[in-house]
């Protein structure tokens, strides 16, 4: 995916445009009882005042505080300035940009994020993907993805995106794919997939009270 109009890509997918569905009736519910759960406030408590920030304006600088939260060893905050790569399978590897194409890739993505008249739940696919194949980091990108991911969501009212450990391989293989291919459909299936689990989750923990 080059820019946000490829976003379409998968919007026009007949699966995923059911999981969207899906999504958004579940969202209904978690809107119709707000005040009884509140799946932001988790998210909330880990952004402190950056939560009253748009989640689509943040800038360089939010990002490199994000790393902050979730790193706390000396290269926190810092963009990496060593390449790196990974290996993918036998025959493939992911090859990050450059140090030096970090700050425009990532200024750019930043952009998209904040101009797009996109659904949520597409921008924040393409979010989470975009930004670990851009790996600004040495270390902590998936943590600093997921964070952003679920700041964007539950500000319009979705789950966060919390990863099962038992599905730690496909997220892993499906980014992989998405840096090597920039198709973005596997890992917005399994994107969607999880966030609907969550909602389930939140749904059933708030009919339990009520008994």
Known sequence: MQNVNDADQFECDKLLREKI???NQQRIILQENKN???PNGEVSDKFGKLARK???SLNVEDIKNLHKYVEKDEDAG???SIPVYIQHNPISAVVFPKPNEIPPKLTKLLGVISSSNH???ALTAYQHAEFCAIHPFRDGNGRVARLWS????????YPPFNMPEDSRSEYFATLAHYSIYKNLCPFARMFFRTLYDTG???IAKRNQGNQ
């Open 119 to 121: 659904s949520t739940l």
């Open 150 to 157: 679920s700041f964007l969501l539950t500000q319009d009212d």
């Open 200 to 202: 389930k989750r939140i």
């Open 78 to 80: 810092a963009f990496r």
């Open 36 to 38: 009884r759960i509140s």
């Open 54 to 56: 748009s989640a689509r």
């Open 21 to 23: 569905s899906v999504l």
